[in-house]
């Protein structure tokens, strides 16, 4: 018994370290009740104070900064970017985009890092028409960085203004089923002691 609960625990270390480097699957919303609705846990960052306010989120950016409570950036297809990271990885993201300010431009394609390795591009576009309105994807696997640069659409570049970024999770972490599979083991191996 205690072999075989070696062998499951150790068959969920290798699920929960390998879960991020395959390939995945995409939802893509353009409505935000629908976005968090399919979420078990989120969090929204408004940018108050002109920072970031999700907890162990970071942004990188060639162009762009905070001011007004929003986000303000210009990106430009394969040599400006923005990369924004969270060290607790999120199955989520999404946020109000406007592609407006600098008229229609690129628009914005996305590319994902896996936690635990790996990356791969969402494939859809926010459009260049965008004005303000909800855009945001859901992973089948865990994301520690989302990366966007200027998309295929017309223009030169994206200028763009990205408020109410919303992260969050569909499943429980990977270490949560490490646990559960342990105290099953555990319980197992109780039971069968009770019954000697």
């Not at 993201?93 to 790996?118: A, M, R, S």
Request: proline share 2%.
């Amino acid at each position: 018994m205690v072999k075989f609960a070696r062998s499951i625990v150790a068959a969920a270390a290798l699920v929960a370290a390998t879960a991020g480097t395959a390939s995945a699957q995409f939802t893509i919303y353009n409505n935000r009740t629908t976005f968090e609705a399919a979420l078990v846990s989120f969090y929204v960052d408004n940018f108050n104070g002109n920072a970031i306010t999700t907890p162990g989120a970071s942004v990188v950016s060639n162009a762009g900064s905070f001011g007004g409570g929003l986000f303000n950036d210009r990106v430009i297809r394969s040599s400006r970017t923005t990369t924004w990271s969270f060290a607790s990885g999120t199955y989520a993201f999404g946020g109000e985009w406007d592609l407006t300010p600098g008229g229609e431009g690129q628009g914005i394609e996305f590319t994902v890092n896996w936690t635990g390795g790996g990356s791969q591009v969402v494939g859809t576009e926010i459009a260049n028409s965008y004005s303000g309105q909800f855009f945001g994807f859901i992973a089948t696997n865990s994301m520690d960085a989302v990366g966007y640069t200027g998309g295929t659409q017309g223009g030169q570049a994206e200028t763009h203004n990205f408020d109410n970024m919303t992260t969050g999770t569909t499943v429980p972490e990977p270490s949560t089923y490490v646990l559960m599979a342990a105290g099953l083991c555990a319980v197992g191996a109780l039971s069968r002691r009770r019954r000697a």
